[in-house]
């Protein structure tokens, strides 16, 4: 962080302790800690909805804000605004720099995409990448190669999709 913290990120089912200060809120939570250049924690953030979400990322935005590169199972509801689309679903969350959620968005076909990665594009766009097993629907507009494919999507500066690609074997 700009301070000389560190952002880690973290998957919790613990209740409420010395370490976690937030009540669960699904089967897992996306746990996101800010330490101090020392490495003392400074606060922590949990983030998901009644099911399992994971964080997979967190990438520094040009604004200040974090990126987390999540994938989940949860519909919307408490700790989640984003729908639900298949089985596990592609998740960003921008977060500000004081760990609030800033806005949100879910990617995803049919059933699941899972391990999601994201790279900044120089024209200010998005590559996001995941492993997927769903066919066309959701936000997926290409239908899987075979069992288990790559599912890479174009974003625009404002994660909107541009265009969407499947690469795998029969």
Avoid at 20 to 41: A, Y
Avoid at 50 to 66: A, F, K, M
Avoid at 137 to 159: C, E, P, T, Y
């Amino acid at each position: 962080t700009p301070d000389g913290g560190l952002l880690v990120g973290g998957v919790t089912d613990s209740p409420v302790s010395s370490e976690v200060s937030h009540e669960p809120l699904g089967m897992s939570d996306v746990w996101i800690i800010k330490t101090n250049s020392q490495g003392i924690p400074q606060w922590d953030r949990r983030f998901g909805g009644s099911e399992r979400d994971t964080v997979h990322q967190i990438v520094p935005l040009e604004n200040g804000n974090y990126l987390l590169v999540c994938s989940s199972q949860s519909n919307a509801g408490t700790g989640k605004t984003a729908s639900k689309i298949g089985g596990h679903d592609v998740w960003l969350i921008e977060m500000d720099d004081q760990g609030n959620r800033v806005r949100e968005w879910t990617f995803g076909g049919t059933k699941d995409e899972r391990h999601p990665r994201i790279v900044h594009r120089h024209d200010g766009g998005w590559l996001l990448a995941c492993w997927s097993k769903s066919d066309v629907g959701g936000s997926r507009s290409v239908s899987r190669k075979g069992s288990d494919d790559i599912w890479v999507v174009a974003l625009s500066d404002q994660f909107a999709i541009e265009w969407d690609q499947s690469y795998g074997g029969d």
